[in-house]
C-alpha cells in the first residue's frame, strides 16, 4: 500500500518547521541589528542607547541560533 507522504501531521510538522526557521532568522537579525547599531549610528545619544542594549543583542542572538540549531535537528531527524 502506498504512502503518502502529505498526511496532514506531515504538513503541521512541516509548518512548525518552517516557522521556527523564521523565528530563529528573525531573532537572529535582530540580534545583529542591536550589536551593530552602534557603530553605525550617527548621533551620540543614539550611539549610548544602543550601546546600552547590547545584552538584549546578544539574548537575540543566541536564542535565534537556538532556534535555528532546533530547526536543523528538527530536519535531520525527520529524513533519515
Excluded: H
Excluded at 537572529?28 to 551620540?44: D, E, K, N
Excluded at 543614539?46 to 537556538?66: K, N
Aim: charged share 20%; glycine share 8%; with cysteine.
Amino acid at each position: 500500500m502506498p504512502t503518502n507522504d502529505n498526511t496532514p501531521r506531515n504538513s503541521t510538522q512541516a509548518k512548525s518547521d518552517k516557522e521556527m526557521l523564521f523565528k530563529g532568522v528573525t531573532c537572529a537579525l535582530i540580534g545583529l541589528v542591536i550589536l551593530l547599531a552602534p557603530y553605525v549610528a550617527r548621533s551620540g545619544s543614539v550611539r549610548d542607547l544602543m550601546a546600552q542594549a547590547t545584552l538584549v543583542g546578544w539574548f537575540a542572538l543566541v536564542l535565534g541560533g537556538g532556534f535555528i540549531v532546533n530547526y536543523l535537528l528538527r530536519r535531520a531527524k525527520r529524513k533519515p
